[in-house]
């Protein structure tokens, strides 16, 4: 078990974009190939500071899966957004890359290589904040979206109390996720903070009232998501029951198949 500190490679994950999105109904292909073979690369994987980049999805099994089931901020409604994208940002390069990113994809939408046909759940630029591994020789947070071995992710955000902060959730997470992570099919945790978007990020971009409060986290699995869900729901229970916070979204996702449609015929 490992948890917030350095490590012992110079390179270091500092930042993630997080971005979920749907495309309209009908447009699935083209937004998938659009995504896959121009947008992931020249709206994020060529800048400054990227080195890493995974796309996911959410079929609706999935994404009924989701929770809570009531209304949240984290997206709206608790269903939206079926792809998924994150990318890390080499830590100490975090302000260059935002703003390269914000002027790129200005740039893009001006220059007709935009999508306009989506839609944002949500999107947001994310500062590591803490890590913990299940086994004691883990494969490191830095490559975890090469890891071909996980074959499903959980993102899971968690919106403090009245009576609580950020920091009152990191401590409940480093004292109890040993014991949940202990013989699970989860290898790799990871939690993050909200780092603001520039002045000038494009408007589509949804505003989040909470962000500066929540607590997002990506669990990395070794089972298909579906097997794994009852366990990361009797997790999200006691989130909730403790006290410190409640879990604002807790959503399972697979990787998609690089070069193929593969699952855009299974988002509805």
Known sequence: MQSAGPGDSPVRVGTMLYTQVDPERGC???????????????????????????????????????????????????????????????????EENLRWGTDQVNWLYANNRGFPRRVHAHTGMYDVAARWYRDPDPVPLELALDHEQYVGMVSLAIQPGAASSSHDVLSWLDANLPGFLAG?????????????????????????????????????????????????????????????????????????????????????
């Open 28 to 94: 699935e292909v083209a937004y998938n190939r659009w995504y896959e073979r121009d947008h992931f690369y020249a709206g994020c994987m060529i800048g400054p500071g990227f080195f890493a980049g995974r796309r996911w999805v959410a079929t609706g099994e999935l994404k009924s899966l989701r929770l809570p089931h009531g209304e949240t901020t984290f997206c709206a409604p608790v269903t939206a957004g079926s792809y998924l994208a994150i990318y890390w940002v080499l830590e100490g390069m975090q």
């Open 184 to 268: 699970s099919p989860v290898a790799s945790v990871s939690a993050w903070a909200n780092r603001p978007l520039l002045s000038d990020a494009p408007s589509f971009l949804p505003a989040d009232p909470d962000a500066a409060s929540r607590v997002l986290q990506l669990y990395f699995l070794e089972s298909a998501p579906a097997a794994a869900w009852p366990g990361v729901e009797a997790w999200c229970q006691r989130i909730d029951a403790s006290g410190v916070g409640t879990v604002s979204f807790a959503g399972p996702w697979v990787p998609t198949v690089v070069g193929t449609d593969t699952y855009t015929d299974q988002l509805w």
